[in-house]
């Protein structure tokens, strides 16, 4: 994988991790093996709200391009 594919990859999991914990409360995406920690209630508009983010998002990247 090339350095900036690696980049693009860090900053892209860096945001999704931000929209996780801002939406989800959710302090971590690395599976843990611990049914407490992996899985969690979600509202659907918890939900809703961090596919809009991640939607806008990606559309302010591609604007930049």
Known sequence: MSKQTQTQ???RDALILE???RQFF??????RER???DFH???VWSIR???EEA???G????TKR
Do not use: G, H, M, P
């Open 35 to 37: 049914d407490s920690l």
């Open 55 to 57: 939607y806008e998002a």
């Open 26 to 31: 959710i302090e971590t995406l690395e599976t």
């Open 49 to 51: 709200a961090a596919l």
């Open 59 to 62: 559309r302010a990247s591609a």
């Open 19 to 21: 929209i996780a914990k």
């Open 9 to 11: 990859t860090a900053q």
């Open 41 to 43: 209630d979600v509202a």
